[in-house]
C-alpha cells in the first residue's frame, strides 16, 4: 500500500538551516548535511533544500551545500530556490538532487516546467506554490512570499500539472511557521483539482495536524520544517501516532 | 567493474552514488565497447518509454543483449527493468528486449497517476537479488506505467492493482523502485546485486 510521506524540509540561508515565521525572523538551525541525515535516520520519507535567499553570489555555497548533503543521503532529495533556467536545475541535478522546487521561475515562464521535465522527467519536477487566502479565494505569491500575482492558486497548479509538473509542493503563507495546523481547505482544494501528487506545508504543529491534512486535506505528502528542527516533534514519534491513527505511513522505517 | 549506462535519460548521480557509498567499482559510460569489458551492467533511466530509442542509437541494445546473454548480472532500475519486457503503452512502435513477457501499462484511472512514495513489497521467497529483504520493506516508487506480474516476478506491490516491483531470471534483474533512494533496504538490495557473482567469474 502507497503510504503517506512525510518530508522535512529545510530552508537555507548562505549554507546554514534557518527556520523562521511566515518567512521571517529568521533563526539558525544547523549544518543542512547533518541535519538531513539526521532526519532520515529519524525516518523521514524525504527531504527538501531551499535556499530561502538565493542571490547569484552564493549559488556556489548552496550547490557545495546540495553536493555534500546528497553525498550521503539515500532517500529522495528536493533542492528549490533560486532556479530561473534550465541550466540552474542541471546545475542543481548534477551536485546531486533528485527533483527541483520551483515556484517565481515558473510563475515569469510556465514552459521552463516543461522544459525541465523534457530533459529530466516530470518525476524531477516539483511547482512550489505559495498561497494567501484573500476575499475567499487563494492568491499565489511569489519571490519568497514578498510579492502577489493575482493569480488563483487551484488554477495555477491545474496549469502547472498540464505543463508537465511532477508534484505540487503547496505552502500555506497564512499557517507558515505558526504550528496552528495545516490550511486543510486549500490543500484538499487542491489535491482534488490535479492527478498529481500534492504536499501540504505549511502550519504543521502536532501528530493531530498530519491527520487531519491526510484525512481531510487529501494530501498525498506533508511536509514541516520548525517542529523538526528544535525537537518539538519526533519524525518517529510521529509516524507511530499516524500508525495507530490508520493513516499508511512507512513504519518502521 | 560495475558499468552505468548513460543513454541521456535523466540522472544518473544517485545511482552512482549509492554504489560508490557500497565501495564498488563504478563507471557511467555510454560507450558499448566499456559494457563489453564490465563484469556487471546496470540500466537505469527514468522519464519517458521512448527515451530508450537513445540505445539502440548508440549501439548500446546489442552491447546490453549479449551482457545478459553472456550471464553478466545486469540490473534494470525504473524504465531500465521496463526495457526488459516487450514494450510499453508508452510508446508501442519501440520495442523492449522481450526478456520477460507482457507490456507495460497505465495505471488504472481510479488512482492518481504517477505512482509516487514509498510503498510496501511482498516478496517471493528464493530471490536473490532480495536475499534478506523483510517481507512488506518499503521502496520508494515513482513512474505512471507499470510492469505485470509474470512467473519471474520476486516482489510485487499494490497501487489499484498488483504490479511487478521486481522481477529476475538467471542473472538478469529488474526493479521498478528506486533501490537508490530506498534508504538501508536499497542499499541492501543494491549489496546483494554487488555480491552476486558473473557467470564468467564463476568459470576464473
Known sequence: MLTKRIIACLDMDGGRVVKGVRFKNLRDAGDPAQCATAHARNGADEIVLLDITATSGNR???????????????????????????????????????????????????????????????????VAIDARKANGKFEVFVAGGRTPTGMDAIQWARDAAACGAGEILLTSMDRDGTQSGFDCGLVRAVAEAVSIPVI?????????????????????????????????????????????????????? | MIAIVDYGAGNLNSVKKAFDFLGADVVVTDQPETLAAADKVVLPGVGHFSSLQALDRAGLRNALLQNAAAGKPFLGICLGMQWLFEGSEECPEL??????????????????????GWNSLAVTEGSRLLRRIAQHSFVYYTHSFHAPVVAETTAASEYGL????????????????????????????????????????KRC
Not at chain 1, 68 to 93: C, K, M, N, W
Not at chain 1, 205 to 234: K, M, T, W, Y
Open chain 2, 95 to 116: 520495442a523492449g528486449a522481450g526478456i520477460f513477457p507482457g507490456k507495460c501499462r497505465k495505471f488504472p484511472s481510479l488512482v492518481k497517476s504517477p505512482h509516487v
Open chain 2, 162 to 201: 498488483r504490479f511487478a516491483g521486481a522481477v529476475e531470471r538467471g542473472n538478469i534483474f529488474g526493479v521498478q523502485f528506486h533501490p537508490e533512494k530506498s534508504g538501508d533496504v536499497g542499499l541492501s538490495i543494491l549489496k546483494n546485486f554487488c555480491e552476486i557473482e558473473s557467470v564468467r567469474s
Open chain 1, 60 to 126: 556556489r555555497t548552496m550547490l557545495d551545500a546540495v553536493r555534500t548533503t546528497a553525498r550521503s543521503l539515500f532517500v529522495p532529495f528536493t533542492v528549490g530556490g533560486g532556479i530561473r533556467q534550465l541550466e540552474d536545475a542541471a546545475a542543481v541535478f548534477d551536485a546531486g538532487a533528485d527533483k527541483i522546487a520551483i515556484n517565481s521561475a515558473a510563475v515569469r515562464e510556465p514552459a521552463l516546467i516543461a522544459k525541465i521535465a523534457g530533459r529530466f522527467g516530470s518525476q524531477a519536477v516539483v
Open chain 1, 200 to 253: 501540504a506545508s505549511g502550519g504543521a504543529g502536532s501528530a493531530r495536524d498530519f491527520i487531519d491534512v491526510f484525512r481531510d486535506g487529501r494530501a498525498d505528502a506533508a511536509l514541516a520544517a520548525s517542529i523538526f528542527h528544535f525537537g518539538l516533534e519526533n519524525i518517529a514519534q510521529l509516524k507511530l501516532e499516524l500508525h495507530h491513527a490508520g493513516i499508511p505511513v512507512r513504519w518502521p522505517c
